[in-house]
């Protein structure tokens, strides 16, 4: 759910499972004066794990907005064990790369969504290692930064992107059929903040060409998969995923084209679960409320 | 999600929304210690409601479990406004009736599932207007009552079930493809506890010839529907819908034999969302946690 | 499946069923050294009538190009009662038009696919009555058409497209999301060959306002639908379809916004269904191969 | 589709791809006044292969039904290359075993099934491991052979099985979650023969524990594989697959309960369609018309 007319504060935090997690933190918020507006909770009993993400109103909420952050830390996070927590607002737009190299759908689907202000995000900057889509970036008035990346420049060419992502504060990095891995000082440096699609159903058919072992194993359904990247190739936690029917009659072709339509759509929903705070990770498994 | 090996109290709530309510009930099972093992809650904001359900062990429960109806009703049900509310225990057994005409594969499904202790429940009753599953229910050792029904006897007929039901105690009613409509009389001594499944995805083609009328408009995908039975025909809240492709090769034959594949696990899935008092009910609408 | 570096031709044919129509057909092109590349063939045992779909090369077939269409007509179709026939060619590009209003998804997933080259057309003109995409198309270098809409010039608005879309040789008409009905005439000069994406899966939820209609009915899944136009709004042939599923958790923006990916997905499914020729129509009913 | 009340024969053969095969084979059944009620062929270009299934009425067709395998192999099936053909009748009662063990929910299903006569099948035997579900066979008046395997009589008991299978002339086994592997004696018997269902959507999480493993992973979806048994375990050509969306919120027994329906469902899709001998099967891989 979004709340596009009402200012609000999302926390998002997972911990060590104890009792009365929900009723402290709800009602801590409640004295001050906030108006839940949604709240996700989950258990995961075999982890001993909570999980919760909160959103509520800040008008009216008696900590200063840019308080929120510390008293939150001090009355609130110091109480449990092992807690990962966020706090975002809803009016701040998010800042977006995307990288891409000659496979256009993906990229086309994400920037129609821009320029019809589907998400409250910016995009300052479309990196790629291919020129294909330079004046389609640009003709929409983007900036589109090419980097030619080879064998020996490629450490060199990280360096220059993380540069370029840190000027333009990038909060999320995008690989919209990025066809390069990325090395682990990038991966690093956007733990759970880089979002990769693989056209396939993972973990069936891992690596580069899924579409061609999905055919040649003669399977009934193929799928694509939505993941944060990690240093393990194709092994991040799954975000989203979606799958279609396929038979026979289906080409390699045919599923090369009906792939790309499944692609950008779990990407898509990826993101906006990712930009609305929905997705909590621990232990390579995504919780998404 | 089922706690097999503890005993819990499910409390399942719908009232006006206002500020705190989700806070100061989890407070109070907490200040009487009780754990707290899953809370689902959610506000519909167009209609102002707020939903809730929340499961907690009983073990260490301070509040004795004969009286926790009544210090909820007075310590918590009363300070809100409109409230629906339930309370149960997941270790009583629930106590359901099926009705059957002569369409089997549902009848056949649940017996099974019964027979292999899917859910936590007696069937004591299988009640039906034709004899054809009269040797299916009763070789596995189940009281099958056959009632002849007629446009003249329908009225005397259908008193003659509700004593039934209330002899043997029945909390639910299914309606496994049971062919006749009940009057409202049965209607209303069973609100929200008379769980059927239609075969269409409705409110596409309510009414007695789904099937023909989804062939004979060349629709791409057909479905099946389990509702609580309201005095408006197919007209009752929706607890789940499953739907699956289908194509012009299809004949009639074909829909209805795969039909009954999709009415027979919709049934099962909206009886154990059901059972597991995940399904609230307001304004014709179904909250399904 | 289609066959890019091949030349072909495709004929599409229904008519009443008889004996021996697919060995007759298959015989005559091959007498003729055709290749056959794609067969498929139906019988609608209910209707009594026979659908076949045969694609061939026309690399070394007997029958000079240009003649085809005259040797099928007096050897092949004058046999048979009621038939219904079209003879193309895969290497001529069909040329669309795309009429849309003021929102833009399903334009801009068009456009995209178009300029990727994904489908074997060209799109000479937009039309629209609103302004909000002018920019879009032009940017493309692509021919945007406004025409100001009203009562009372509607008539004539309707004569000037219909002369613009023959001055553009246009085959086939695409309404990516046109809130107007348009009329008779133009229906009748396209018939078949205007292909509507309708925002639910019909027949449930037909007019204007599906999403709220879904949302308030709680159903647990909504669909768009792609169909050719007729003069009975929302009633005409059926060429594709999909659904998601949905719960108490969705708002009524969130059914807009996921409805907006399956509307342009169906549409584009659709589209290419009818580009290769896939889909023969009959009695408001499609056989889509 | 199938045509209950009339008496076809069906042929399925599949042979290197060659022209004019459909031609000569129609020709070939319209010559002997046979009226050809459905016909499917495929051509997979990559493997050069020809695939066809045929089903014609007998009634009035010139070959004695007796010879009618004979005049094909020399009248036909010699003129093509590497032929694999079958020939059979829809009116022959094709002969059923089951193999079980201790998971009933797909045995449960395929009885009641069997008794609401689905299928044209006999059922002649139910082979099982373990002693579970010897009343649930027996008190439909069943037969159920129980056989104790251990490691060191593993092979005798499978001799016995094939002896036993022989003696009740059985076409087809069904692996209704029979939690033995196969040696290759027995698979060799019945090459394309025995279908087993695996509870992951194959090629993912093969082997002993999908659903622990599927849950481990944290995958959106979930799915269930009927293939034919081969030597390679879990690697064998696919018939049917399904698949559901699972969350978060799925404990790993909600897993094995959702896995249960689609395991019975796409069990029995796999058999109808093999019984209907819509399954082709060539390298490894299915075309299932």
């Not at 979004?2 to 200012?7: M, T």
């Not at 449990?80 to 000659?102: C, G, M, P, T």
């Not at 000082?185 to 056209?199: F, L």
């Not at 690596?207 to 072992?213: D, E, I």
């Amino acid at each position: 759910m979004s709340f596009s007319n009402i200012n609000t504060a999302i926390l998002t935090l997972h911990c060590i499972d104890e009792k009365g997690i929900v009723s402290f933190i709800t009602d801590f918020i409640l004295k001050n004066n906030g108006n839940i507006l949604e709240l996700d909770q989950h258990v995961d009993y075999d982890a001993n794990r909570f999980f919760m993400r909160l959103e509520w109103e800040t008008e009216g909420f008696l900590i200063n907005k840019n308080k929120i952050q510390e008293y939150f830390q001090t009355l609130v996070v110091n109480r449990y064990q092992d807690v990962v927590w966020d706090l975002s607002f809803n009016n701040e737009k998010q800042r977006l790369a995307i990288f891409v190299s000659h496979y256009g759908h993906c990229l086309y689907d994400l920037l129609a969504r821009y320029e019809m202000k589907e998400w409250n995000v910016e995009i300052p900057i479309i990196i790629s290692n291919h020129l294909d889509f330079k004046h389609v970036v640009e003709r929409m008035g983007l900036e589109f930064k090419y980097f030619e990346v080879t064998k020996s420049n490629k450490s060199k060419v990280e360096d220059e992107q993380i540069q370029l992502l840190k000027d333009h504060k990038i909060d999320t990095v995008i690989l919209a059929r990025y066809m390069q891995i990325l090395s682990p000082k990038i991966v690093k440096e956007y733990q759970n903040k880089i979002i990769n699609i693989h056209h396939s159903s993972l973990p069936a058919f891992p690596g580069a060409n899924p579409y061609k072992n999905a055919f040649n194993r003669g399977v009934k359904f193929m799928g694509a998969t939505a993941h944060y990247v990690t240093n393990e190739l194709d092994e991040g936690p799954i975000i989203a995923q979606d799958v279609i029917p396929i038979s026979h009659k289906h080409t390699l072709e045919d599923l090369k084209r009906r792939g790309r339509d499944i692609e950008k759509i779990v990407l898509s929903k990826a993101i906006y679960a990712h930009l609305s705070k929905n997705v909590l990770t621990h232990n390579n498994k995504t919780v998404v409320f």
